[in-house]
């Protein structure tokens, strides 16, 4: 069967590739990384794909957006970091939701409940009025994760914790994450971005680029920067600039925008 992936971080589209792909029945044929892309392809080859993996939170904008500008026939699974979306999903040809971050077991017990339901209904593509019910009552394969209060970061010997509401943001540099507190002080966290973006409040943080999460308190204005991208000025100076992707500056100004 051919997979649609629709993701835009790298390693967790690489890792999600790969748990597909260990069942030799599936084939992941496209890795897309905005509603733009998934929109065009949908429109040009969907008659070719049977399943889609598609995160909600895209660069551009939330992927329910596809669904505005093209009829989705294909079982969709959605990908997270929140439970907070389950009932839209359903009303998108969502077949299942997965909460980020995934294990192997967990795309795998999804591939399993596509399966099953197509062979209970007798069709390709489910109708998903029929399954919703079956859906609703169905166990989700992972917990919603629980928010971080606070990360362990290295200080010289020793690990110390550090409280959320403390951190103005992360940034990856040279392959290593560091926290960079409201205080001016500069820590190495050994976790992955993803991974902490996986377990912080979105309301209170956003991640800008490849390179950066910002507390929203951190931010003091924001300018225009080159090729439609945008730059974050922050109360206290810092290393580099912290540049919003030109995909996801609407997204970013929306978050702005919303209380806290």
Sequence with gaps: MNVLVVEDERRTAELLTEFIE?????????????VEATVNYLKKHQTQIDIIFLDIQLADGQSFRVFEQVEVTVPVIFCTAYDEFVMKALKNNGIDYILKPFKEQD????????????QALGKTHPNIPQVAQQILTAPYPTDPPTLQRSFL????????????????FFHLDNDTVHVYGFDGEKQ?????????EAVIDRQLFFRINRQMIVNRGAVKDIEPYFHRKM??????????????????????????????
Excluded: C
Aim: proline share 5%; aromatic share 8%.
């Design 22 to 34: 260990a069942k030799a029945e599936y084939l992941v044929v496209r890795v897309l990384d905005s």
């Design 153 to 168: 970061v290295r200080y010289r010997d020793k690990m110390i914790p550090v409280e959320v509401t403390k951190i103005a």
């Design 107 to 118: 795309i795998h017990q999804s591939l399993a409940k596509v399966q099953n339901l197509q």
């Design 188 to 196: 190495a966290i050994f976790k992955r971005l993803d991974e902490i």
């Design 231 to 260: 730059v974050v000025n922050l109360h206290f100076a810092i290393p580099d600039k912290a540049i919003v992707s030109r995909l996801k500056v609407t997204p970013f100004l929306e978050w702005l925008e919303r209380p806290g």
